[in-house]
């Protein structure tokens, strides 16, 4: 799994699994800052979480074509730069008006900016250390490792803002309640009913400090600054990783520099290794690359759901408490013990000798039994927050990486005469079964909101019938699958059939469907308190199925036009 790929890709996954740990932090949370702290509406902070989103992914095409023009290089280590100006503009606790509003706003946008110079420019190098032929059949596994780094960062970050959060609210004398914030938005506003009122008191009445006998307006006011607060400093840990990331890039730069050579300052040295197309090739190769961005579009839109309104559904309609087996889900040491274990289970078949086979069983059944102990350690049930539901999909991506590997690469092997080259589905044809998979996920969804009032009817309250956790963590599981066959596969494409002169454009085209996918995402939130819950399930799901059926429907001709 991990032999014969250069130690570049190492190196240059680290830098971007610290990168990546700041941002899901800051995202974990992000959307019930905006909520708690400036008391905005389920539209209009879904409105600006999607704008941000969008942002994100579509600066990188202003990154690509820069980086085709001075280095990807350079880029990248200004990127990190720029996002760190944001992060700690983004730390900095402010009042809820408009100067609060504004500094925000500009952090957010040179977290963007930042974003957008680093992220695909870094995803360039990794795929230019796989030109060279001696690593070209690995570039696909390659792209699953790297994908699978990235997730490492953000699999620890819901519980590393969690912990923020909470010992913030501890020093305050408070505890975290989901409806407590749209409660006291609504009593400072004077718009709550009496019966929200008394809600109000009663939780209140269960802070553990001083803020229990607080008038309830002083109440309010207090629970919402120190809240905001809190998620403050949640964001501050970006800063910390950014840092991190800058150092791993610049320390191990000489196992990476030689791929940091675009098209241009390659012809400059008079490298005539580089590939030149016809220019059919190149159109063929650009509108089918384009065709593909099409389709993606919608997964993003169905994906990027967990940062809003799955996190809501989290909120409102789950359980606050899991019990049983399924709260070892809720405790990152566990999964991270459980992840790796899967990477030490795969080494007993594929270690050489028996010595490695030995020690890589040992290390699982040890990996299993501190799993185990930690587990026995938890209470039960355990309270949990909503934001900790989005550890699941990068612990997924993590754990099943290996599993998808062997699968591919055991169907890359089976050469027959109808599949010369083996039975692997084409990149292509696995974005368009990973539309359909990703499908299955809102069903789920569906079924677990059978019998939920809507939001209207909530009003800011949550369900006073909740579902089980197991509703979730079964829809990231899900999403999951759908991921690793279309966004590490589609990565690797864009790299491999990318005209060269062209690359680092390509490659943001591919953040920039991305970022029309986040934008349009803000669609469920826009519907939230319109529709009833089920129908924006229902819309995700159609239009994932649609995606698939014009991925089928175009697969003939994006496969020619690759193979040119």
Same mark, same amino acid.
């Given at each position: 799994m991990f032999k014969g790929h250069p130690k570049g890709l190492y190196a240059l996954a680290l830098a971007n699994t610290g990168e990546r740990f700041g941002y899901y932090t800051m995202l974990a949370i992000f959307m019930l800052f905006l909520q708690a702290k400036f008391g905005w509406g389920g539209s209009l902070a879904s409105t600006t979480y999607a704008i941000f989103l969008a942002a994100v992914y579509f600066f990188p095409v202003v990154g690509g074509i820069l980086a085709d023009k001075i280095g990807y290089g350079k880029c990248v280590v200004t990127g990190i730069c720029v996002m760190f100006l944001g992060y700690v503009a983004l730390s900095i606790p402010t009042a809820a008006n408009t100067l609060g509003v504004v500094l925000m706003l500009g952090a957010l946008l040179c977290i963007a900016i930042g974003t957008g110079l680093f992220k695909g420019n870094l995803q360039v190098l990794v795929g230019n250390l796989y030109d060279d032929p001696k690593y070209s059949a690995k570039r696909d596994s390659a792209f699953s490792l790297f994908y699978m780094a990235i997730n490492i960062g953000a699999m620890f970050a819901p519980a590393a803002a969690t912990a923020i959060t909470n010992?913030?609210?501890?020093k305050a004398g408070l505890i975290y309640k989901a409806d407590i914030p749209a409660l006291a938005h609504q009593f400072l506003n004077g718009t709550i009913t009496p019966e929200n009122t008394a809600k109000l008191q009663d939780l209140a009445s269960l802070m553990p400090g001083s803020p229990a006998s607080m008038p309830l307006d002083q109440f309010s006011s207090y629970y919402i600054e120190h809240l905001a607060s809190s998620y403050n400093m949640g964001f501050a840990i970006a800063c910390v990783s950014l840092?991190?990331?800058?150092?791993?890039?610049?320390?191990t730069r000489n196992w990476h520099k030689h791929a940091d050579v675009n098209a241009k300052q390659a012809a400059a040295? $008079?490298?005539?290794?580089?590939?030149?197309?016809?220019? !059919?090739?190149?159109?063929?190769?650009?509108?089918?690359?384009?065709?593909?961005?099409?389709?993606?579009?919608?997964?993003?839109?169905?994906?990027?759901?967990?940062?809003?309104?799955?996190?809501?559904?989290?909120?409102d309609y789950t359980q606050d408490y899991a019990s049983g087996w399924i709260r070892m889900g809720f405790n990152i040491w566990i999964l991270a013990l459980i992840a790796a274990s899967v990477y030490?289970?795969? $080494?007993?078949?594929?270690?050489?000798?028996?010595?490695? !086979?030995f020690i890589c069983g040992f290390v699982t059944a040890f990996l299993w039994c501190a799993a185990y102990a930690i587990f026995r350690g938890i209470p039960?049930?355990?309270?949990?927050?909503p934001q900790l539901f989005q550890q699941f999909n990068p612990f997924y991506v993590v754990a099943l990486t290996p599993v998808s590997m062997a699968i591919f690469s055991s169907l890359a092997a089976k050469k027959t005469e109808k599949y010369p080259k083996g039975m692997e589905p084409s990149a292509p044809k696995k974005i368009g079964l990973g539309m359909f998979v990703a499908a299955v996920g809102y069903v789920i969804m569906m079924l677990a909101s059978r019998g939920q009032a809507s939001p209207a009817e909530l009003a800011g309250t949550v369900s006073p019938d909740p579902?089980?956790?197991?509703?979730?963590?079964?829809?990231y599981l899900v999403l999951t699958f759908a991921e690793l066959l279309l966004s590490p596969m589609g990565i690797s494409f864009v790299t491999k059939v990318a005209p060269p002169k062209f690359k680092g454009l390509m490659m943001g085209l591919w953040f920039a469907?991305?970022?029309i996918g986040n934008y349009l995402s803000s669609i469920p939130g826009l519907l939230w308190d319109k529709v009833p819950l089920w129908a924006n399930w229902g819309i995700l799901m159609a239009l994932c199925v649609i995606a698939g059926v014009i991925m089928f429907a175009m697969l003939r001709k994006i496969e020619a036009a690759t193979e040119s």
């Open positions: 010992k913030f609210l501890g840092i991190v990331s800058m150092l791993i890039y610049v320390f040295k $008079g490298n005539t290794d580089v590939v030149e197309l016809t220019p !059919k090739q190149t159109k063929d190769r650009i509108v089918a690359l384009c065709l593909v961005f099409a389709v993606v579009i919608f997964f993003w839109m169905a994906f990027h759901q967990n940062g809003q309104s799955l996190t809501w559904f989290a909120r030490t289970l795969f $080494g007993i078949f594929q270690s050489e000798t028996r010595k490695g !086979k039960n049930p355990i309270e949990i927050q579902v089980v956790p197991a509703y979730l963590i079964s829809t469907a991305t970022a």
